[in-house]
């Protein structure tokens, strides 16, 4: 196997281990030239990088970090992923790290029932966002009961299911009626 599937094994199969040097960080969009915009818990990370990359002193920063080369063709990083940032060594003044692994669906499944995962991005993100554009896991509990929802929660998966591979994301799918009536003449 080539380098290519060996960094798409490591992208889909990958065990997740957050530190404080690489903490846990959300997308928040891309910013061009293959940097992508993350917001990090101050609590997640050393005091050293919260003195080096946290200007406000919140309880969370945003800094950029950039997609390497190897996983450039391989995964797309949709804003509201998560991501594992290495924020050990900042790459310029701008760039406070590098992406060391997009986390898939199931890799931040696998982190909640390890108990791993950080409890402040549950509500972080109306936080940062100002608004509750992302649904909660008691809104997708809720709305899977439904058939005509549970296409739709298929489809969605949390946004990070379909990272990875071809397809056309900004192709908007119309959903066309059929009439059955007129299929039987």
């Known amino acids: 196997m080539g380098r290519g599937k060996y960094t798409e094994q490591e992208a889909l199969e990958a065990v997740p281990e957050p530190t404080e040097e690489c903490p846990v960080a959300r997308v928040l969009g891309p910013r061009g030239q293959n940097l992508h915009e993350v917001v990090v818990v101050r609590s997640l990370v050393t005091v050293?990088?919260?003195?080096?990359?946290?200007?406000?002193?919140k309880a969370w920063f945003t800094t950029l970090v950039q997609l390497p080369p190897r996983f450039r063709s391989v995964v797309w990083v949709k804003r509201g992923s998560y991501i594992l940032a290495d924020l050990a060594e900042q790459l310029t003044d701008k760039i406070g790290?590098?992406?060391?692994?997009?986390?898939?669906?199931?890799?931040?499944?696998?982190?909640?029932?390890?108990?791993?995962?950080?409890?402040?991005?549950?509500?972080?993100?109306?936080?940062?966002?100002?608004?509750?554009?992302?649904?909660?896991?008691?809104?997708r509990a809720g709305s899977g009961s439904s058939s005509s929802s549970s296409d739709m929660d298929d489809m969605d998966d949390g946004g990070m299911d379909d990272l990875l591979g071809g397809?056309?994301?900004?192709?908007?799918?119309?959903?066309?009626?059929?009439?059955?009536?007129?299929?039987?003449?």
């Open 48 to 57: 050293e990088i919260n003195q080096r990359l946290n200007r406000e002193n």
């Open 167 to 185: 397809g056309n994301p900004n192709r908007q799918y119309i959903e066309e009626e059929s009439d059955s009536g007129s299929d039987s003449e």
């Open 97 to 139: 790290g590098e992406v060391a692994m997009v986390m898939m669906a199931a890799q931040v499944r696998h982190l909640k029932q390890a108990g791993a995962w950080p409890a402040e991005y549950e509500d972080l993100w109306d936080e940062i966002t100002g608004s509750s554009t992302a649904p909660t896991s008691k809104d």
